[in-house]
């Protein structure tokens, strides 16, 4: 268990809809970030907060926003669902480290089907 | 940021150790070296990291070479449960891709009976 809780597990949803998934970091870890592992593309990294603001963007569709809360809980919002959005999508959480590497824990993921 | 070459997959018997290669030849001075697994389609696990020196943990012994090209993950007495893709990963150093993880296809570890 690394301590990053996601919700729901699973989501099944139509084309067209928007969906939210939820993420908590470990106690302590000021940044989020949000993955995403399709079957053709692999885990790819889409976004990373710290302390609530935007510090990294990846390859992440326009119809894809996340915010991080005053609590530090994440939420990630896809809108206009495709059928290429069904995939695996994973938080992770990290604490920043003084001139060294922020080791990232991932938490164990969100798996949305769009029918 | 560093590319990563690792074998598409690799054999191991039970209780042997395995040793997972990774190539990072354009690996810059104050990049670091991490190893991740992923258990079926559960969250990537980490498992340990290093710059320099080898380093070793409770899971397992990262060997980086002196000119820092490539790096092998060892473990030292497999078990079923260590069937597993492991991405070995090159952080980028602060900047504008700071915190960005880049997962290449990594090895498939089958670990036999």
């Known amino acids: 268990d690394s301590g990053v809780t996601q919700t729901p597990k699973h989501l099944i949803t139509a084309t067209g809809q928007r969906v939210t998934l939820r993420c908590s970091p470990r106690s302590g870890d000021l940044s989020v970030y949000w993955y995403q592992q399709s079957l053709d593309q692999g885990l790819q990294f889409l976004i990373q907060y710290y302390n609530g603001e935007e510090r990294a963007k990846g390859n992440i569709l326009e119809r894809f926003s996340a915010q991080q809360f005053p609590d530090l809980h994440s939420e990630l919002n896809l809108s206009s669902l495709e059928l290429g959005d069904s995939a695996l999508y994973f938080c992770?959480?990290?604490?920043?480290?003084?001139?060294?590497?922020?080791?990232?824990?991932f938490g164990p993921g969100t798996r949305l089907t769009v029918l | 940021d560093a590319k990563t070459t690792q074998p598409p997959s690799m054999d191991c018997a039970e209780g042997r150790a395995a040793n997972l290669p990774c190539n990072h030849s354009?690996?810059?001075?104050?990049?670091?070296v991490y190893w991740y697994r992923q258990i079926h389609s559960q969250g990537p696990q980490y498992i340990i990291h290093?710059?320099?020196n080898n380093e070793t943990n409770e899971m397992a012994s990262l060997i980086i070479t002196e000119d820092r090209k490539s790096s092998t993950l060892i473990l030292p007495h497999a078990t079923l449960r260590d069937t597993a893709v492991y991405y070995c990963i090159v952080t980028p150093a602060r900047g504008t891709s700071y915190g960005k993880l880049t997962f290449g296809q990594g090895t498939i570890l089958t670990v036999h009976p």
């Open positions: 354009t690996i810059s001075g104050n990049e670091y």
């Open positions: 290093g710059l320099k």
């Open positions: 992770a959480s990290s604490v920043e480290v003084a001139g060294g590497r922020d080791t990232q824990y």
